[in-house]
């Protein structure tokens, strides 16, 4: 599966992400450099291909780190809260 993630995104991710595969195939997207529309044009964001289990661990790691560091004291989610359901999001719309 392919997603464009913008560097903000990904640097999040490798940061709170467990470190091995998928933590590699991250940093070789950012790399690789930035997607190019009409392989010219700078979108400002970056093409990650994952396979179907690893979205599925992405999609398992930000449903914990939701729970451990992105709702507030009133059960809403905080800054960091409303980071992680973006990503969630982004990683089931396929």
Wanted: aromatic share 8%; glycine share 8%; no cysteine.
């Amino acid at each position: 599966m392919g997603f464009l993630l913008d560097l903000t995104e990904l640097q999040f991710l490798l940061e709170w992400l467990p470190q091995g595969e998928l933590t590699e195939v991250i940093e070789n997207s950012i790399n690789k450099g930035e997607h190019l529309a009409k392989e010219t044009y700078p979108t400002g964001k970056y093409f990650l291909e994952i396979s179907n289990e690893q979205v599925d661990v992405i999609q398992e790691e930000l449903s914990m780190l939701l729970t451990a560091k992105g709702l507030g004291n009133d059960g809403e989610p905080n800054a960091i809260g409303f980071l992680i359901e973006n990503l969630i999001d982004r990683f089931s719309d396929d």
